[in-house]
Nanobody, 122 residues
Framework: VQLQAFGGGLVQAGDSLTLSCAAA????????MGWFRQAPGKDREFIAR????????YYVDSVKGRFTISKDNRANTVYLQMNGLKPEDRGVYSC????????????????WGQGTLVTVSS
């Protein structure tokens, strides 16, 4: 599976932005899709997951209530709607897929695609 994220940009604190992740290739058997972000000088951070079939979602506490992950199976696309953006949300956002459920939501992902940069000014 090849993945590529789109939709990043420069916004002000409090603004909203929606990212897209397009998947090309074999998505059959995918358990879920996740969004990650990497701020400058920091490790990549898992932030949200959606299961490919049932649509169940999971969020880390730092984005819960502000971000919404969704999907369009027919378009092989996953979205991340981000509301109430904060300067600490800035980073390169990327998506990845996983084939099986894991108790630790942040592990088991493969096929990270090219990310998209989100910058939030205060």
């Amino acid at each position: 599976v090849q993945l590529q994220a789109f939709g990043g940009g420069l916004v002000q604190a409090g603004d909203s932005l929606t990212l897209s992740c397009a998947a090309a290739g074999r998505t059959l058997g995918t358990y879920g899709m996740g969004w990650f972000r990497q701020a400058p000088g920091k490790d990549r951070e898992f932030i949200a997951r959606i299961s490919w079939n049932a649509g169940n979602t999971y969020y880390v506490d730092s984005v819960k209530g502000r971000f919404t992950i969704s999907k369009d199976n027919r378009a092989n696309t996953v979205y991340l709607q981000m509301n109430g953006l904060k300067p600490e949300d800035r980073g390169v956002y990327s998506c990845a897929h996983k084939l099986t459920w894991t108790a630790d939501e942040s592990v088991g992902y493969t096929s990270w695609g090219q990310g998209t940069l989100v910058t939030v000014s205060s």
